[in-house]
């Protein structure tokens, strides 16, 4: 099983950027489909994008897209999701996923699938 930990995480005013680090160990993510999730308080955990692992592929929440942008470097077995024009409701702790699936509508993890321990992010007004 991979391990996850994510990094960058942080207070930001609206309209600023952040961008977050998720380092994996234990295994190689060369073939795993990498996601971001998070969860607001109160709330259920959200699926925010995820990326294939072969071709690159990019999936986003209607609410990030434009503003969020995933990417996987494969060699340094890390993924990273840049945040810009952040917004108060983004306001929610990150979670990295390894091999995340979306079966009949609830996201669940594949064989070998883990999350991250999640990184706050605070938007401010």
């Known amino acids: 099983q991979v391990q996850l930990v994510e990094s960058g995480g942080g207070l930001v005013q609206a309209g600023g950027s952040l961008r977050l680090s998720c380092a994996a160990s234990?295994?190689?993510?060369?073939?795993?489909?990498m996601g971001w999730f998070r969860q607001a308080p109160g709330k259920e955990r959200e699926f925010v994008a995820t990326?294939?692992?072969?071709?690159?592929?990019?999936s986003y929440a209607d609410s990030v897209k434009g503003r969020f942008t995933i990417s996987r470097d494969n060699v340094k077995n890390t993924i990273y999701l840049q945040m810009n024009s952040l917004k108060p409701e983004d306001t929610a702790v990150y979670y990295c996923?390894?091999?995340?699936?979306?079966?009949?509508?609830?996201?669940?993890?594949?064989?070998?699938?883990?999350w991250g321990q999640g990184t706050q992010v605070t938007v401010s007004s």
């Open positions: 234990g295994r190689a993510i060369n073939s795993y489909t």
């Open positions: 990326i294939t692992p072969s071709t690159y592929s990019t």
């Open positions: 996923a390894a091999n995340p699936r979306l079966i009949a509508s609830t996201w669940i993890l594949g064989p070998g699938g883990s």
